[in-house]
């Protein structure tokens, strides 16, 4: 073979790797020395996009709600491939018992799972409801490494908290504010299962918002998700944080509007972020597949 042929087929190779893997520089950034290895298809890639994830909470029915709602996430994952999942409470109804996992977790998320799309859960009040959530904690699923818990993908660092009353709070918010105090990330999500502003039956809570708005506000936390309201609500920046609760993952209730209410629906649903170096998209995706809220966190808001 010809040297010049030699030449011609080497940059063809290439050419077409390129063609076939353009996202691959973007992951490497986002996930460096992470498991994330699979390729984005050139079809769906988004320029810039550093980060896709979706929350859902109060799931673990194993009901037609739960399913249906499964499947939407399945099918958005087909389009918009993510691999993580904030799982914000309530996993196993009615009492947290982990011999159900199968029932009301892998088999409805089994598709997901199969994908290597990785699922990072709180305690809702359900679920500690039998041995207060240990044998949760302790699932490897959930992917849990305490009650309260910090990780991080690229530019975001995620807090877990535990919300519920008996909740070790001295410790748990001295631990939140050094964690906050002492990141480095651009993005600030802080997860937990119950809200914190709310329009739906609970509302919102009094203690909560003096307890962690001055935290948001003072470390710059952009972002606030929960469930415990089984409904879809997307607050507007409230001192500089987006408060979504995304509850409505099996079963819904009604839900009202407040003066900081930018969108609220009982639908069932689950929310959706993608993640650049200057805002977050959101949008809000219900059982049919059609988007129905569609909002912008900024990096920096008031």
């Known amino acids: 073979m010809s040297l010049k042929r030699r030449q011609f087929l080497l940059f063809s190779s290439l050419s077409a ?4 893997t353009p996202y691959r520089s973007i992951a490497a950034v986002v996930y460096a ?35 249906d709602v499964a499947q939407a996430m399945t099918n958005y994952h087909s389009k918009n491939p993510y691999d993580l999942i904030v799982l ?3 996993n196993i109804y009615t009492n947290g018992e982990i011999e159900k996992i199968g029932e009301v ?8 799972l199969k994908q290597n799309v990785k699922f990072q859960a709180c305690l809702g009040n359900h679920d500690i409801r039998t041995a207060n959530g240990e044998k949760q904690l302790k699932y490897a699923g959930f992917n849990m490494k305490g009650r309260y818990y910090t990780f991080s993908r690229g530019l975001v660092q995620f807090f ?8 070790d709070w001295k410790n748990q918010l001295s631990w939140l504010e050094q964690e906050l105090s002492r990141s480095q990330a651009t993005w600030k999500v802080v997860f937990g299962h119950h809200p914190i502003y709310a329009s739906g039956v ?5 203690a909560f918002i003096q307890t962690f708005t001055p935290l948001f506000q003072k470390y710059s936390v952009q972002l606030y998700i929960n469930g415990h309201e089984h409904h879809y609500e997307r607050t507007r920046a409230i001192n500089g944080t987006t408060y979504i609760i995304c509850g409505a993952g099996a079963g819904n209730r ?14 069932l649903s689950f929310a959706a972020y993608e993640v650049y170096a200057d805002k977050i998209e959101v949008s809000a995706i219900g059982i049919d597949n059609r988007v129905f809220d569609r909002g912008v966190i900024p990096l920096k808001s008031t």
């Open 202 to 206: 609970y509302g919102s809570n009094p």
């Open 105 to 112: 977790f892998e088999r409805p998320y089994a598709s997901l």
């Open 254 to 267: 009604p839900v009202g509007k407040n003066k900081w209410t930018e969108y609220s629906t009982s639908n």
């Open 33 to 67: 020395g992470k498991s994330f290895s699979r390729q984005i298809n050139p079809k769906f890639a988004k320029k810039d996009l550093l980060l896709r994830f979706v929350s859902v909470a109060d799931t673990g029915t194993g009901a037609k709600g739960q399913y």
């Open 160 to 167: 877990a908290l535990d919300t519920n009353d008996n909740a």
């Open 17 to 20: 790797l390129a063609t076939a």
């Open 88 to 90: 914000a409470g309530d």
